[in-house]
């Protein structure tokens, strides 16, 4: 088969992917793969969510989308090579975007929230689980432990800035406790660790730990949200505020995002499939049913307004908790 050929073959699967986008004068077409960066182990939240999103973006575009692992430094590893990329609109990152927003205040990777294109997909809920063996039965009980053995226990998170550690910066915060940070390179990782017994406890995100908790390997002890969130196939988790009432309980956003300074009209094509693909995706509103995630296929100055929310709080938690690197009031961000 000739180039030329093969050339009007994938322009026309493209033009039948998405009629709209084809008539669209200007629109985005990939002449090769996109690869999305997941910086984070496969199998995490942010995994999940990514390949999700990849496949509708195959669809709609005509063009394969890549989700490539590149973990390591909470992160900022995988999401500087985005960075770094050829501003083409050929290379993506994805995750949370409280750790875009914080990679500065860390001094993990010189960047800000505003210096990229948002699209979010979903909001996820941090989530305390314990080892069955543990002896855990509940909230209460891990409060009770944490501070009587205080860095004798362990807890699992996916790393500094990762979910997990955001919510056990914020329960440190309310209530002086103190632990033993475990740290690993991705949500799934920590999970497992958990399930083992490597660690007796896990602050991770809920998605991450839906199943163990379905099939009993996990106790959830709280989520880290305003009320009580229902998981399908195990029922009602109780309120980290039940015994925190303060206790702090933004929405985690994730989603993907590629650099400022892309042309133009691949961020107006992507935009265009957010709101004809992704937000009526059966796909996406299935994954978050299941994992018990809020659905939120959202976009451009919408993402950032939301998304800063949990940034301003989290920032400053650092700050207090002396493990930033940079004052959040010098890079703008006012304390709540």
């Avoid at 940070?181 to 017994?197: E, L, R």
């Avoid at 400022?260 to 299935?286: F, L, Y």
């Avoid at 400053?316 to 890079?331: E, I, Q, R």
Wanted: neutral net charge; glycine residues 10%.
């Amino acid at each position: 088969m000739t180039t030329t050929r093969r050339n009007l073959i994938a322009a026309g699967t493209a033009a039948l992917a998405m009629p709209g986008l084809s008539r669209a004068q200007g629109a985005w077409r990939p002449e090769r793969p996109v690869t999305i960066i997941v910086p984070w182990a496969a199998g995490g939240s942010t995994d999940q969510m990514a390949r999700l999103v990849a496949t509708e973006l195959e669809s709609a575009l005509g063009q394969r989308f890549v989700v490539v692992n590149q973990p390591g430094a909470s992160g900022s590893i995988g999401t500087r090579n985005a960075l770094a990329a050829e501003k083409d609109g050929l290379t993506w990152a994805a995750g949370a975007a409280v750790d875009v927003g914080c990679y500065k205040v860390l001094g993990l990777l010189d960047t800000e929230l505003k210096d990229w294109n948002l699209f979010f997909a979903v909001a996820n809920v941090n989530i305390l689980v314990a080892n069955p063996q543990a002896g855990i039965r509940d909230f209460a009980g891990a409060l009770e432990a944490l501070r009587s053995r205080g860095t004798g226990l362990a807890v699992a998170t996916a790393g500094v800035s990762s979910a997990g550690h955001n919510m056990m910066s914020a329960i440190k915060a309310a209530t002086n406790i103190d632990y033993r940070h475990a740290t690993y390179d991705g949500g799934n990782p920590a999970m497992i660790a958990t399930v083992s017994g490597e660690t007796p406890l896990g602050a991770v995100l809920l998605v991450e730990a839906a199943e163990m908790i379905r099939a009993r390997r996990l106790i959830p002890l709280a989520v880290q949200a305003e009320r009580p969130v229902t998981l399908s196939g195990h029922g009602e988790i109780p309120s980290v505020r039940n015994w925190i009432q303060n206790m702090p309980a933004p929405l985690n956003y994730f989603g993907i995002w590629c650099p400022k300074g892309v042309p133009q009209n691949v961020v107006d094509t992507v935009g265009q499939v957010w709101r004809e693909k992704i937000a009526n995706s059966d796909r996406m509103k299935e994954y978050a049913d299941r994992r018990a995630a809020v659905f939120t296929p959202i976009q451009g100055q919408e993402a950032y307004d939301e998304a800063w929310k949990m940034v301003r709080q989290t920032a400053w938690l650092y700050f207090d908790g002396g493990t930033a690197k940079v004052n959040p009031g010098t890079l703008g961000i006012e304390r709540l």
